[in-house]
Every structure is written in C-alpha cells, then in structure tokens.
C-alpha cells in the first residue's frame, strides 16, 4: 500500500534552514504530481507546494515563495523541501502527499522556528 514517510524537521531560529524529505513508496512515483502541506496548531491544512512528476513544473504558496523550493529525485522515490529564511510563521506540522489524488497521510514531520 501506498506510504509516505517525512522526516527532516526541528527546532531552528528565525532565518535559519531546514531541508524536509518524504520518502514515497507503493506506487509508481514519477508518474505523480507531489505536494508539501503543513498545519499549525488551530489551523487548517494547506498547500505549501508542489511538483510535477517530471520535476519540470513547480508552484508555491504565496507565503513560501522565493523562500521554499520543492524538488524530487524519481530514481530515490523522494521528494524534498528547501526551507531558507524561516520565520514564526512557518512552525507547524509539514506532510507531503500525492497532489492530485491523495492517499493516506503520514506521520508528518514538526518544524519549530522559535528564538
């Protein structure tokens, strides 16, 4: 069955970095588009975003844009997540999913950006 594995988060200060990976398995994962969302406490899920299976085509939420940078490496089943110039903000729980038809989500990895 299809599972998603995130990992990579932690505790950085405002500015700093993080590098998110999911590791994707039970389906053939470059023929997916793929997603990074994130929820913070009391919020809803949302869209950080997401990449195409060719990893030609990206697109961003407007509050990561020009900060995040999604990537993928078919041949490793992953896909990643650059975090610069973190800010309070962006603490929440982050997760990756198929974009277009989800399956199940994972465990999902924490970023905390605190001073």
């Known amino acids: 069955q299809v599972q998603l594995v995130e990992s990579g988060g932690g505790l950085v200060q405002p500015g700093g970095s993080l590098r998110l990976a999911c590791a994707a398995s039970?389906?053939?994962?470059?023929?997916?588009?793929m997603g990074w969302y994130r929820q913070a406490p009391g919020k809803e899920r949302e869209l950080v975003a997401f990449?195409?299976?060719?990893?030609?085509?990206?697109s961003y939420a407007d509050s990561v844009r020009g900060r995040f940078t999604i990537s993928r490496d078919n041949a490793k089943n992953t896909v990643y997540l650059q975090m610069n110039s973190l800010n309070v903000e962006d603490t929440a729980m982050y997760y990756c999913?198929?974009?277009?038809?989800?399956?199940?989500w994972g465990q999902g990895t924490q970023a905390t950006v605190s001073s």
């Open positions: 039970g389906f053939t994962f470059s023929n997916y588009y």
């Open positions: 999913n198929r974009h277009f038809s989800r399956a199940s």
């Open positions: 990449i195409s299976g060719d990893g030609r085509s990206t």
